[in-house]
């Protein structure tokens, strides 16, 4: 599974994408920060922050999208924000067919550190471990955005299967002297990016 993880926010939306699955040694495919400036005005903002998403998307082909649940904090503008640069990343995927989770912070440094209270440099240092990497990814958003895809990697292959589970559960059975129920029903796909196969 190749996931693509971001970590949401209009001064810097950090995007990091990590292919891999459970068991298995992780590998680093890209890493990065988008940056708008504070002075401009939020729509130029939202579209910078899309544009460079949709490059993104189109570069490195991934299977899923895993974006930062946000939540309250106590500066409304800065969560206001971080939530307009969250939709934007899911409206990217959506727009592509590309399913998409959203993990909490809690759930991202339990993930990785096995403790959901971790700070920002023990996340750094487990993302720099798994990863095999030479220095940790700087800023804090670039690291963030690769640990939500860790988390996503390792915890999406449990969900892929429920979801598939629960569907198969929901599919109607024969109706009586009836034709059988399409075997396709109800089936959650998850469709390739418009272009082609897999870039890897």
């Known amino acids: ?30 890493v990065g920060v988008v940056r708008t400036p504070a002075g401009d005005d939020i729509g130029s903002r939202l579209v910078a922050v899309e544009a460079e998403i949709e490059r993104w998307l189109d570069e490195v082909r991934p299977d899923a999208v ?46 990785i550190t096995g403790n959901g209270n971790a700070d920002k440099k023990q996340v750094g240092t487990m993302v720099t471990r798994l990863l095999r990497l030479d220095a940790m990814p700087r800023p804090a ?21 429920l979801a598939e589970a629960l569907a198969r559960a929901r599919r109607p059975g024969p109706a009586p002297g009836g034709p059988l129920a399409d075997e396709g029903s109800g089936r959650t796909v998850a469709r390739r990016p418009p272009g082609g196969g897999s870039a890897r």
Request: net charge positive.
């Open 66 to 111: 895993a974006v930062e649940r946000v939540f309250a904090q106590h500066n409304v503008r800065t969560v206001m924000g971080t939530a307009q640069a969250s939709a934007v990343a899911i409206v990217c995927a959506a727009r592509r067919g590309l399913p998409v989770a959203l993990h909490t912070p809690s759930e991202v440094k339990a993930a």
């Open 1 to 30: 599974m190749r996931v693509l993880g971001v970590d949401p926010g209009l001064t810097r939306c950090g995007l990091g994408v990590v292919e891999g699955r459970p068991g298995a040694p992780l590998r680093l495919v890209a």
């Open 141 to 161: 958003d670039a690291a963030d955005a690769l640990a939500l895809a860790i988390c996503h990697v390792w915890r999406g292959g449990v969900q892929n299967r």
